[in-house]
């Protein structure tokens, strides 16, 4: 991880006519095994760099949030963050006396401002949203700086008593033993347990617990003993206090940012889950937001979950009954509640990535409330996996496939929509059956409606697309895929709120300003759509 830096800490080492010899003649300094200084050094080593990757992984993950596109935020912050790194390592050589009083000083630094980068990100978004990007580039270039100046100054110290070649090997495995112990916790263990405020300010006391080591190593070195102890002090009271109000600041952010009362925060392995509550007109009842995308609002989810589930339900219990359903995604349980409303369903297979949506909407009884209990139906069988690969190794076919994943908003999603998909898709499909799409909204984004389209028909199915109005999402857009040629069902069950038989030909008809424009076919190697969304609702929000 920290190549850069180590470069520049071995042209100084190699600029050393003595380590020079050393290296070319060890007999001339045998090798010493490191000593108490040396080991904990090498133990800072393994901290600094578990550190410096949380930090950076945190702006990666707060970026995709609320940027979108993962891919490109991942590596734009990563490309940054090393970029940085080689600044700081450069620096490093005008530091050329008290290199303990520096290190020392840097830790501090690194601490305080890598520790409190999610939380300043937080409360900048829900404050000032168009600083958000400014702000995030500029503490990654900080922080990459700042922790391109350690191991270098590390190195220095420690070449004082190891040789060379033993200092490069050992810094290296500390290094990357701290950098794999992190990647392996960020994802399974810190963000889902404590949340990126948190982990940030954790961390940020890891690295000034670093500086207190330093400061008790180096006690005889630094001239400015005192002062240097009251620096580590006031940075671990900060950072401390930081963590004491962690809930609170992600409370503050959220309410800030959602406008309604935020009930529910959690942070998965795979998103940012967050449930609002308004009572009163307006935004009455709860919304379910996923990385800050609006999933559903309670008082028209109806309309849009009717829309997903009955043209595709009804079409097909009027030449059979269903018995066999798939729905993908949907974890909220909505898409399942409306499938319940057909009494020959026996059996609900739910493919949903994330285990804490369903353990949300399944056991939470306000969230579990609004789909009617629906995930604790015995019809029901929730799977936790990704619905590409359960597709690839499932040997289920069925009636009805119900497809509700979020928008494509980044390439991980936007396999989803993807001509291998819609291929998989119709080796599950039965021979009369139907599939239904959910595919964003035909007016905002015409183009990307299109493209799904597109990409559906060139796997050999027929594509139906049509359309409902959604107050909260607007003009909203879904496809039936089958083998046969789809026909208006002649029925609907009891209670429905939002369709009838009178209205469901109108979906059907699309407006001049909605109609078929051409459309590439989105595959894995180009992923398309994902541009092409970006773009289009890239312009509503400016």
């Known amino acids: 991880m920290l190549r850069k830096a180590y470069a520049g800490a071995l042209l100084q080492a190699g600029a050393d006519p003595k380590r020079m010899a050393e290296l070319k003649n060890p007999s001339l300094h045998p090798v010493v095994t490191p000593g108490p200084l040396e080991v904990a050094l090498l133990a800072s080593v393994f901290v600094v760099a578990a550190c410096g990757l949380v930090y950076e992984l945190a702006a990666g993950a707060l970026a995709s949030y609320v940027l979108g596109d993962s891919v490109l935020q991942f590596s734009t912050i990563i490309g940054s963050y090393l970029f940085a790194m080689g600044i700081g390592s450069y620096l490093s050589r005008f530091f050329e006396r008290q290199l303990p009083a520096h290190f020392l000083r840097i830790e501090l630094l690194v601490a305080l401002v890598g520790g409190a ?3 300043l990100l937080f409360v ?9 990007r400014l702000l995030l580039y500029g503490l990654v270039l900080l922080v990459g700086t700042l922790v391109g100046l350690e191991i270098p100054l590390v190195m220095r110290i420690l070449k004082r008593h190891v040789a060379l070649k033993d200092l490069v090997s050992q810094v290296l495995t500390f290094d990357y033993l701290g950098a794999l112990a992190v990647s392996l916790a960020f994802p399974l263990v810190l963000v889902p347990q404590l949340g990126l405020i948190r982990t940030g300010l954790l961390f940020g006391l890891m690295n000034a617990g670093v500086a ?15 002062a240097h102890a009251v620096a580590c002090g006031l940075t671990i009271a900060a950072l401390a206090v930081g963590l004491a109000a962690a809930d609170h600041i992600s409370t503050w952010s959220e309410d800030k940012l959602y406008q309604d009362r935020v009930v529910l925060a959690r942070s998965s392995p795979y998103q940012r889950i967050v449930v609002t509550h308004a009572p009163g007109d307006g935004h009455t009842g709860y919304r379910l937001f996923l990385n800050g995308n609006l999933q559903f609002a309670q008082r028209d989810e109806y309309r849009y979950h009717e829309a997903l589930v009955h043209p595709v339900m009804a079409a097909y219990a009027a030449t059979g009954a269903p018995r066999k359903v798939a729905v993908l995604g949907g974890g909220d349980g909505m898409a399942v509640r409306e499938i319940l409303k057909y009494p020959a369903v026996e059996r609900i297979t739910l493919v949903e990535l994330d285990p804490a949506m369903t353990e949300l909407f399944g056991q939470q009884p306000e969230l579990s409330a609004l789909n009617h209990q629906a995930l604790q139906s015995p019809k029901v069988t929730v799977v936790n996996a990704d619905a590409f690969t359960w597709l690839e190794h499932s040997a289920d076919v069925f009636d009805v496939i119900v497809v509700d994943f979020p928008d494509p908003t980044n390439f991980n999603i ?9 291929a998989l898709l119709d080796l599950h499909l039965a021979a009369s059956g139907y599939a239904v799409i959910q595919t964003t909204s035909p007016l905002v984004a015409r183009h990307s409606f299109w493209t799904v389209v597109a990409t559906i028909e060139s796997v050999g199915l027929t594509a139906t697309p049509y359309h409902a109005h959604v107050p909260s999402f607007g003009e909203w857009g879904y496809v039936i895929a089958s083998r046969r ?3 208006l069902p002649t029925a609907l069950p009891a209670g429905l709120r939002f369709l009838n038989l009178q209205t469901l030909p109108s ?13 590439e076919v989105n595959r894995l190697s180009n992923q398309v759509l994902v541009s092409t969304y970006e773009m289009e609702w890239g312009r509503v929000a400016r």
């Open 485 to 487: 040629p789809y026909r």
């Open 414 to 422: 936007g396999k989803l929509y993807t001509q291998s998909f819609y």
């Open 117 to 119: 980068l999610p939380a």
């Open 212 to 226: 207190v080591w330093a400061l008790w190593l180096f006690r005889h070195e630094l001239r400015q003993w005192p």
């Open 507 to 519: 979906l059907f008809d699309f407006p001049q300003d909605m109609g078929r424009v051409p459309a």
């Open 124 to 132: 900048a978004n829900a404050t000032i949203p168009g600083a958000f």
